[in-house]
């Protein structure tokens, strides 16, 4: 883009492309719907063996599928997306703020797959399986809806995968200023009771085993932060 186009065009740029992001989030959503099978074979997989879940809402599985096909068509188009606003803003940047920027972005997205990843295959199933066996009387029988059940999975996937994002937002807070080195080593344990708090919301299944699965990752995120952050 070039530097030397009036506010106009700049915007005249930027409506370019957020327009071009929304057509590649919606052919990845189109292509996400058509792969039903494929999709929720694939978010059914933590619900374990003899399990099912109840629909009692007659639009409920058709709004789900297209709530779903928007998630993931959105998180497939997202590395495009990005990258088309990275090159909007990149000629005003310099040479050494493009270097951080293009590694601030992989960083970023690398552990947010690598927090819902840890989800989907241990926190998840762990806190479904606890709670979807809980219950307070035998006169309460569990019947786990499919709206339930997404909007955990989904929920959870985002909160671990922001959870990650530890080591990159204290990195950028750093660069502007706001935190150094020394703070961080002073709260630790705060730090440390603070995640063990948001563990332990996030997985109610009350065992110090997935207490622990959670807090460790994200404990030893922190402590990567202190090592990465140079003042």
């Given at each position: 883009?070039?530097?030397?186009?009036?506010?106009?065009?700049?915007?005249?740029?930027?409506?370019?492309?957020?327009?071009?992001?929304?057509?590649?989030?919606?052919?990845?959503?189109?292509?996400?719907?058509?792969?039903?099978?494929?999709?929720?074979?694939?978010?059914?997989?933590?619900?374990?063996?003899?399990?099912?879940?109840?629909?009692?809402?007659?639009?409920?599985?058709?709004?789900?599928?297209?709530?779903?096909?928007?998630?993931?068509?959105?998180?497939?188009?997202?590395?495009?997306?990005?990258?088309?606003?990275?090159?909007?803003?990149?000629?005003?940047?310099?040479?050494?703020?493009?270097?951080?920027?293009?590694?601030?972005?992989?960083c970023s997205v690398l552990l947010f797959v690598a927090g819902v990843a840890l989800n989907y295959l241990l926190i998840?199933?762990?806190?479904?399986?606890?709670?979807?066996?809980?219950?307070?009387?035998?006169?309460?029988?569990?019947?786990?809806?499919?709206?339930?059940?997404?909007?955990?999975?989904?929920?959870?996937?985002?909160?671990?995968?922001?959870?990650?994002?530890?080591?990159?937002?204290?990195?950028?807070?750093?660069?502007?200023?706001?935190?150094?080195?020394?703070?961080?080593?002073?709260?630790?344990?705060?730090?440390?009771?603070?995640?063990?708090?948001?563990?332990?919301?996030?997985?109610?299944?009350?065992?110090?085993?997935?207490?622990?699965?959670?807090?460790?990752?994200?404990?030893?995120?922190?402590?990567?932060?202190?090592?990465?952050?140079?003042?």
């Amino acid at each position: 883009m070039p530097e030397n186009l009036s506010f106009w065009d700049h915007l005249d740029e930027l409506r370019k492309v957020l327009l071009r992001s929304l057509c590649a989030w919606i052919v990845c959503s189109l292509a996400a719907f058509c792969c039903k099978d494929w999709l929720f074979a694939f978010l059914m997989r933590p619900l374990g063996e003899g399990q099912t879940l109840i629909n009692i809402d007659v639009t409920a599985q058709f709004v789900t599928h297209l709530q779903v096909s928007l998630c993931c068509g959105f998180v497939v188009a997202l590395p495009l997306i990005v990258w088309w606003l990275y090159g909007f803003v990149a000629p005003a940047l310099y040479q050494n703020e493009k270097r951080y920027s293009v590694t601030f972005m992989l960083c970023s997205v690398l552990l947010f797959v690598a927090g819902v990843a840890l989800n989907y295959l241990l926190i998840f199933p762990l806190s479904f399986r606890f709670l979807s066996m809980y219950q307070v009387s035998p006169l309460v029988v569990n019947q786990i809806s499919l709206g339930s059940y997404i909007s955990m999975l989904l929920v959870l996937s985002v909160m671990m995968g922001l959870l990650f994002e530890v080591p990159v937002l204290t990195w950028l807070l750093s660069k502007l200023g706001i935190l150094r080195r020394e703070h961080l080593k002073r709260y630790r344990g705060h730090v440390f009771v603070g995640i063990l708090i948001i563990a332990a919301v996030i997985t109610p299944t009350g065992d110090p085993f997935t207490l622990m699965l959670v807090t460790l990752p994200v404990y030893l995120l922190y402590e990567l932060s202190i090592l990465i952050i140079q003042t």
